[in-house]
């Protein structure tokens, strides 16, 4: 038997585990006969990919399509992380300028599982539904579109079309659908963007108190969706001053910036925050909040 010092067995230990996780967060596409290939090799042609790999002192040309692809671990394109942000900092106007120009180059990768191209799309819907453009935000998705992805991927796309149609003549139906997505969702971000719709629909119907515990739930059970738990947060504070519970509300936000002190958000929190501060009776403005919900339908 060889004994090897705790130490030298420790490092070891480290650097598998460094070398595991790079693996992980390795960008690759995982073709359909289980060939992976590095996406750093990987450009769009005009039928699809090429890649360019080197065997020995040979090169090796893969070409493959969309469909061919069961997997790829991409990182976010900072065209859709700066949208995220933009929209949770009430700017979708910005949002929308960034997916549109992000779009295009995301087109070629529409088929392949969970594309960036669907989540700007998805985004781009979710902007436009905090505008007030239900109609248009649910008409993005067409026949054309379904057709090119995944049975799984427009199944998640047609659940979100829901998420974003205006609610109709009875916001109690809307509830009810989106209680019933909500159950079946696998997808954390669009689940917790439900609730907050379900927050949302609440708050159109004079339902303030249901509506705060709803878009809580998000903030609470969905902080790795931080674009959507400081949305929620906001909304909740928001809520409650509604419901005269401004010290509450005030106090949900500076536990935010307290707990979050690094968040991209600090900016936006702390314009909510100056809000909900005792001030003198001044006149109201166009600026003032009259409802705490994201959208107007």
Known sequence: MTL???????????????TSLRAQ????????????????SVKVSPAGFTATLTKGTALDTVN?????????????????????????????????????????????YQSIPDSWWLRSVILRMDALSVQGKNKEAAAIPTS????????EDATLL???????SPAGKDSADKIQSLHSLAERTTDSWVNARIWLEVGNTLATQGKIEEAVKAWLRVAIFSPAERDLAVRGTILAARGLQEI?????????????????????????????????KPKSKKTTTSEDPKQPAETTK
């Open 25 to 40: 967060s390795q960008e690759v596409f995982v073709l359909q006969n289980g060939r992976v290939i590095p996406a750093e």
């Open 4 to 18: 090897v010092p705790a130490s030298l067995a420790c490092a070891t230990a480290c650097l598998c585990s460094i």
């Open 144 to 151: 054309e579109i379904f057709s090119k992805l995944t049975p």
């Open 64 to 108: 493959f399509t969309a469909k061919e692809v069961v997997r790829a671990t991409l990182r976010e394109p900072r065209e859709i992380g700066e949208a995220r942000t933009q929209i949770a900092s009430g700017k979708a106007d910005k949002a929308l300028d960034l997916l549109a120009k992000a779009e295009p180059a995301l087109l070629p």
């Open 244 to 276: 005269k519970c401004a010290a509450d509300g005030s106090k949900l936000l500076d536990d935010y910036l307290s707990d979050h002190l690094g968040s991209p958000f600090k900016e936006i929190i702390q314009i909510e925050a100056a809000k909900l």
């Open 158 to 164: 047609k659940d979100f079309q829901q998420v974003v």
